[in-house]
């Protein structure tokens, strides 16, 4: 692991975004803002395991700090074809929490794939990034483009 002991204790947050492409089959099975398929209600399930997997990123990804994560949401809206899920993390310590919004977001992409699966294998988990961190040596802003930004 780093060595974080002469860091400054401050604010730090992240946000994440993973986007799943869903087809046809799977869009078909939206009632509103909401999937309900045979394993239950998708997005809601998705939402508890991403938080789920945010709080244990120090178990999943070698040499991540443990943190006590102080805030964690996750948001799912449809946007056209795809879900676009949102990870918000927020701590104060020595580290950032980018890896577990990054995380996050990605957990929850996979939960939808998991429960939606037996209506079409056509899912794509297209893309996951980090939307923007704040706290720390520096704060950063992505692009409209996905491109990093300051």
Request: aromatic letters at 2%; proline letters at 3%.
């Amino acid at each position: 692991m780093v060595d974080v002991g002469d860091k400054a204790v401050t604010r730090r947050t992240a946000r994440a975004q993973t986007r799943v492409r869903l087809p046809a089959a799977v869009r078909d099975a939206v009632d509103g803002d909401e999937i309900v398929g045979r394993k239950g209600p998708v997005f809601a399930t998705a939402i508890i395991a991403g938080v789920m997997a945010a709080k244990r990123t120090h178990e999943l990804i070698p040499f991540c700090h443990p943190l006590g994560l102080e805030k964690c949401t996750i948001d799912i809206r449809l946007e056209g074809g795809d879900a676009v899920i949102e990870c918000t993390c927020r701590v104060e310590h020595k580290t950032g929490v980018e890896m577990e919004a990054l995380t996050g977001a990605s957990v929850a992409a996979l939960t939808i794939y998991d429960m939606c699966k037996a209506l079409s294998h056509d899912i794509v988990i297209a893309e996951t990034r980090l939307v923007e961190k704040t706290g720390g040596k520096s704060d950063f802003r992505a692009s409209e483009e996905g491109v990093a930004g300051e």
